[in-house]
């Protein structure tokens, strides 16, 4: 019956912005402004714009996979479908680290204010332990009224902050923010590695998405109006503090947003602020243990942990096993009493699992390039590959030990992953294909790049493309820009095609007409690839480009007798059809012996070679072929069957022969065939 059940969308754009809204501001811009004035001083504006800026480059991210893939789950789930399972693993990992840390911020920054204010002899392990078991026991009895209640409190807590800075402008005073960096500019990037988790929280919207109305429209303005929104709270509430209160004090505080209340407002100001502080502390404690319970609980329900991971409470349906291990985990770092380690922590978490995410784009591209996108991230690949950067340049900025704590968890939850067999096996068969795929990037690096013009996006051009541009998904971050494409294609529908499955421009017109392909222009192209299925246009579209001069020229043909007429202006014919992709591929590599595959890194070649009428070869038995006695008949190619080659299978006319030995060898049975000689 439960299998039956389904998510109710009820959730418009204004529903998904107040769950980014609420995510986001957590207590964070409560307590890290005062590290950040330690670390650059009024500098720190500017830091917390920047990563603004730079956060825009993950949210693209989730703006697409968001739009495509509108299930719940978030992060994991988008990796989890586009990526192998070790790697989706290793995502639903950080995030769990990520989440589980910033809980146990939370509760060290709620500590910190009730002893500050209220009991002052008070130790922040007990009162952290208190409200872990506290909220642990809210979220193990569940209850859709705590949601209500979680948003109350934030719409107050965002009410009291954008509001005691607007009334604190006034008191803005410049001589607070001369010099811009008191303490130099070394501290910028780890402060910005530090602030980081104080903008995560937009990609919750995602976690939502069988209850959005509309997901394809709405998840990406969510998001992106997340950000902003919050981008702008935060920028305004750093620089009336800097510019209220002398860095040096706020950076000796640990609530420095209630000492700044309480010096520009008096005793009302900092009692808002407190009471702020709170409900921001609580709500997203409660949020963020529930959150990370669920994470542990899929990853036990996928079958990347033990499933007593995945058990749920007979009576409440809650993951009381994984609630019960993220509340233990919670309370030991919160019991450290320290913001800034536990952020650094939880930030390590987070910006691992991030960049991940922003690779799942180019898994989404490469594995589903016929999956609608209703909203595209711009420049790509260029927004994910820095959207990797940008988030992975941060951790080695991090506080050192957490860093190593970092790699340690990571560690750990690796070791518990592989005690099932049967992820030992599948990260057993994953570390050949890794290697290999290393292997063939480097490879690749010395290449030459090559700006290539394919005429016609059919099923050859397409398989020409696909070819050229990545053989598998990890190349495509790197191989990508190696050879930059461009389609010719008359047909409208299938120029669409192309645009949405490659990003890579797309000219409607006919191929063989010379004012179409000067449009291209023969300076912006070095290969010009002939692809239709039509032998006639072609030999016509090469012969244009051949006398507009667009460099290389080959064409796809599938006539023998058009290569002669071909070859006599310097046009490249293949008239292989079955293999046209992967020679097009070797002529690019090694245009000196376009016909030849290699094999074993140059060990032996295979090459297809049709049988003319008049040749030799036609009606012969493979026997009786005077072929070299290195090479051998790999297969016969004759219409849309494959013979297996015997000694008694005759070889007829129009039959593609295949070849396999040395280089001379190959090409002296070559010649044979053809009747050349």
Request: aromatic share 10%; with cysteine; glycine share 10%.
């Amino acid at each position: 019956m439960s299998q039956d059940l389904s998510f109710r969308r009820t959730i418009g754009l204004f529903g998904a912005v107040m769950i980014g809204i609420g995510a986001m501001m957590g207590p964070g811009i409560f307590a890290l402004p005062g590290e950040v004035a330690r670390l650059v001083g009024p500098l720190g504006i500017g830091v917390y714009l920047l990563v603004g800026v730079v956060t825009l480059l993950t949210a693209l991210s989730y703006s697409e996979l968001g739009a495509a893939i509108p299930i719940a789950g978030g992060g994991y789930s988008f990796t989890s479908r586009t990526l192998p399972r070790p790697l989706a693993f290793l995502t639903g990992w950080f995030f769990w680290i990520g989440n589980t840390l910033a809980c146990a911020m939370y509760a060290v920054i709620f500590a910190i204010t009730i002893r500050g204010y209220f009991w002052p002899h008070a130790s922040l392990a007990v009162i952290a332990l208190t409200t872990t078991l506290v909220f642990a026991a809210v979220n193990f009895f569940g209850g859709s009224e705590a949601i209500r209640i979680i948003t109350v409190m934030n719409l107050v807590e965002l009410a009291v902050l954008v509001g005691i800075a607007a009334l604190g402008l006034s008191h803005v005073s410049a001589p607070n923010l001369r010099p811009l960096a008191p303490v130099g500019y070394g501290g910028f990037v780890p402060a910005m590695a530090l602030v980081y988790i104080s903008y995560v929280g937009f990609e919750l919207i995602t976690v939502a998405s069988e209850e959005i109305i509309a997901p394809g429209k709405t998840i990406p303005r969510a998001i992106l109006i997340t950000l902003f929104v919050a981008t702008g709270i935060y920028v305004f509430v750093v620089y009336v503090m800097m510019g209220t209160t002398r860095h040096e004090n706020l950076a000796g505080s640990d609530v420095p947003f209630i000492l700044m209340a309480g010096n520009i407002l008096g005793g009302w100001g900092q009692s808002a602020a407190i009471v702020a502080t709170i409900m921001a502390s609580l709500s997203a404690f409660s949020v963020t243990l529930g959150a990370s319970a669920r994470v542990l609980y899929a990853l036990g329900r996928d079958g990347h942990f033990p499933s007593t991971f995945a058990r749920l409470h007979p009576r409440f349906r809650t993951p009381h096993i994984a609630l019960a291990v993220c509340a233990a985990v919670v309370a030991a770092f919160a019991a450290s009493g320290i913001v800034r380690f536990v952020a650094s922590v939880s930030d390590f978490g987070y910006l691992m699992g991030l960049g991940v995410v922003n690779y799942a784009v180019f898994a989404l591209h490469r594995r589903m390039p016929n999956l609608r996108r209703p909203f595209t991230v711009p420049l790509y690949p260029w927004v994910p590959l820095l959207g990797i950067v940008s988030c992975w340049m941060f951790v080695p900025f991090l506080e050192a030990r957490s860093f190593a704590l970092g790699g340690a968890l990571t560690a750990a939850g690796a070791a518990i992953y592989l005690t099932r067999p049967e992820n030992r096996r599948r990260a057993a068969a994953a570390l050949p294909a890794a290697r290999d795929r290393l292997t063939s990037w480097i490879r690749s690096l010395g290449r030459e790049h090559m700006r290539v013009l394919i005429i016609s996006g059919g099923r050859q051009g397409r398989n020409i493309a696909d070819r050229l541009l990545a053989a598998d998904d990890y190349r495509l971050v790197f191989r990508a820009a190696e050879h930059q494409i461009t389609f010719v294609e008359e047909d409208e529908a299938r120029c669409r095609e192309l645009e949405q499955r490659y990003n890579v421009p797309v000219y409607q017109g006919d191929g063989t007409k010379q004012d179409l392909l000067e449009q291209v222009g023969p300076d912006n192209v070095d290969v010009t690839i002939a692809a239709s299925e039509d032998d006639g246009r072609n030999v016509i579209a090469a012969l244009q480009a051949r006398r507009l001069g667009m460099g290389r020229v080959m064409a796809i043909v599938q006539d023998p007798e058009y290569v002669s007429l071909l070859e006599e202006q310097g046009i490249l014919a293949i008239s292989a059809p079955w293999a046209t992709a992967a020679m097009v591929e070797n002529y690019l590599d090694r245009p000196g012996v376009a016909e030849l595959f290699e094999i074993g890194s140059g060990v032996a070649s295979l090459v297809s070679v049709p049988v003319p009428e008049t040749g030799p070869a036609a009606g012969a038995l493979i026997r009786d072929m005077a072929i070299p006695n290195e090479c051998v008949v790999a297969a016969v190619i004759r219409g849309d069957r494959f013979v297996v080659p015997r000694g008694d299978t005759r070889v007829e006319a129009g039959d593609y022969v295949v070849l396999v030995g040395p280089a001379e060898a190959v090409k002296k049975a070559q010649k044979m065939v053809a009747g050349e000689g």
